[in-house]
């Protein structure tokens, strides 16, 4: 499979922008195969800018908003439109979106959509490239039952992909295939054939608060009770924001860390983000799923572990790129929009981390999302589990 990306920071003349990302892929050799993956900033006017791409364009094209991006050689951009394209003899591409997606419908339509894009397929599908909403309100399936739910249909291969984000309103974020335009919908891509994906996925939490409880009372991404009191009850007794409903803002820079029992004895420690605290009951609801009986503790979250983590996760992808005899030519990146508040204005710092380091011929993309997705392994086992995360820098290499 071989790759190319192209970016514009232009979103207010599209037929500029168009006209500026096609003149960085020409020349580049479209094999029999393509799809492009896009981002781009909450203000585009999508449907325009898909309606000039696609009269040249005659793939799908998937992709979301996000707050910022990166690439291998411009590193970070806080606005414009990027496009990763993948294009392969020997591999399929197969991709849809679901519609709006909430907790009473989502298992089925995904499944559903997942089930007709296998049908157009050759061979069994290798990886599930998904991108997707966020938790709104309690309507809204969490990040872990939308990988759960992904992870099922496919059987079990690896789930890699992000939440959609926006410029910190939380209610601008879209997600894109071909013309449509979802909110809380789920986009896919199936790619099947000559695949081996390799994944990264590294916590930029090192440190923790005094505050440790055993959740006593929950259901899936809502926590009642921790210890003998309310989940909001343990809030203030820790002298934490606690007055309003819609939180997420405030806790952006507090991850709340919980171990995850996966079976065989491999636990998984993941960070969660707290996102509305309800004032009448005490409940807190977060992002992802926090099981009964998991150890919840609050992280601490600072610029030099995240720099830290990029570094981890590219020292070992690059190592698995040259292991393999430089087969891999394609990584796609996802990083918590937290981490990028926590760079303390130093927003070039993670795509810094790359520059000079890629090998020729290596395309790189990325998204600052509200939430990651991509295999993670178990402490004991070393087995890969899907998994929705907050907090991590994870990479795909295809």
Not at 9 to 15: A, H, K, M, W
Not at 147 to 173: K, Q
Not at 331 to 341: K, P, T, V
Request: hydrophobic share 40%.
């Amino acid at each position: 499979m071989d790759s190319i990306t192209a970016y514009t920071e232009e979103i207010d003349d599209l037929e500029e922008a168009t006209e500026e990302l096609f003149s960085q892929i020409e020349g580049f050799k479209f094999l029999k195969n393509s799809i492009a993956i896009l981002f781009t900033e909450e203000e585009t006017d999508y449907p325009e800018l898909y309606r000039i791409l696609s009269d040249k364009w005659d793939f799908p094209i998937i992709g979301c908003t996000a707050m910022g991006m990166f690439l291998g050689k411009e590193g970070y951009c806080n606005m414009g439109i990027s496009v990763m394209i993948l294009t392969a003899d020997d591999c399929e591409f197969a991709s849809g979106m679901t519609g709006e997606l909430n907790t009473d419908n989502y298992k089925a339509e995904i499944k559903g959509t997942y089930d007709g894009l296998r049908k157009t397929l050759k061979s069994e599908p290798k990886i599930i490239i998904s991108f997707g909403g966020m938790v709104t309100d309690e309507s809204h399936a969490a990040g872990d039952d939308l990988v759960a739910a992904l992870t099922e249909a496919g059987g079990g291969i690896p789930v890699y992909g992000a939440a959609a984000s926006d410029a910190m309103s939380f209610d601008n974020f879209r997600i894109f295939s071909n013309g449509e335009i979802t909110r809380n919908g789920q986009v896919m891509v199936l790619i099947s054939g000559n695949i081996d994906p390799k994944f990264v996925c590294v916590n930029s939490v090192e440190n923790k608060a005094s505050f440790s409880y055993e959740i006593t009372e929950s259901k899936g991404n809502l926590v009642y009770r921790l210890g003998n009191g309310s989940f909001l009850d343990a809030l203030k007794k820790a002298d934490m924001a606690t007055d309003k409903t819609d939180v997420l803002g405030d806790y952006l820079l507090s991850p709340f860390l919980i171990t995850m029992n996966k079976g065989e004895n491999d636990m998984v420690e993941v960070a969660r983000n707290l996102s509305v605290l309800n004032q009448e009951n005490g409940m807190g609801s977060f992002l992802g799923v926090m099981p009964e009986g998991s150890i919840i503790s609050i992280g601490i979250l600072n610029r030099s572990d995240v720099q830290k983590s990029v570094d981890s996760a590219f020292d070992r992808i690059l190592k698995d790129i040259s292991d393999s005899g430089d087969k891999y030519h394609t990584l796609l990146c996802s990083s918590c929009i937290a981490r990028f508040l926590a760079l303390a204005g130093n927003t070039s710092a993670e795509a810094e981390t790359y520059n000079g380091r890629l090998p020729e011929g290596v395309s790189l993309m990325g998204i600052y999302g509200y939430g990651e997705y991509c295999p993670v392994k178990g402490n004991k086992t070393g087995k890969e589990y899907n998994m929705f995360h907050n907090f991590t820098f994870t990479i795909l290499a295809i």
